[in-house]
């Protein structure tokens, strides 16, 4: 007799996600770790603030502009922002600028790039200013959002 994982379906991401077993987990993934969500689409921010809730880690905050990551981080010192591409398009506060400026303020903040659309192409300047550590296509099994949190934390000390 074969019994079906749980699993749970997530708003903004094509795929279901299987539940997560905390007894499962290995002492590495079983550490917390800070992270700030940014971005303007709410289903975005729901999906992502459900992985790492069933992943064990502590949001700290979720923002819905570049404005309020630039004002929100340097106060809440996250480990990790995960930033939404679609916030670099932002006309009245750019991503790219706030990332610069999560960057200079909080320097041990790791910046994910989180993007869903296949025609967003960073070129060397963007990269530059953009100080991002990792880059998380959508979707994504929580596995690689745990990975890609931890491999981009872990960069980031370095």
Do not use: K, N
């Not at 459900?50 to 700290?60: F, I, R, S, T």
């Not at 910046?111 to 990269?127: F, H, N």
Request: glycine content about 4%.
């Amino acid at each position: 007799m074969t019994v079906a994982r749980p699993v749970a379906v997530v708003p903004g991401w094509a795929s279901p996600r299987p539940s997560l077993d905390p007894v499962r987990m290995t002492a590495a993934s079983a550490a917390p770790i800070r992270v700030l969500v940014a971005s303007a689409d709410a289903a975005i921010r729901d999906a992502l603030t459900g992985v790492l809730a069933d992943l064990g880690h502590e949001l700290v905050d979720c923002v819905d502009c570049g404005a309020d990551l630039a004002r929100r981080a340097p106060m809440l010192r996250p480990d990790v922002v995960l930033l939404d591409a679609s916030l670099l398009d932002a006309p009245a506060a750019p991503g790219a600028f706030s990332v610069q400026a999560v960057a200079e303020s909080v320097p041990e903040t790791a910046i994910v790039l989180v993007c869903d659309r296949p025609d967003v192409r960073l070129g060397d300047d963007d990269a530059s200013v953009m100080a991002a550590l990792a880059y998380l296509p959508r979707p994504v099994p929580p596995a690689v959002v745990d990975a890609t949190v931890r491999l981009a934390l872990a960069r980031g000390r370095e």
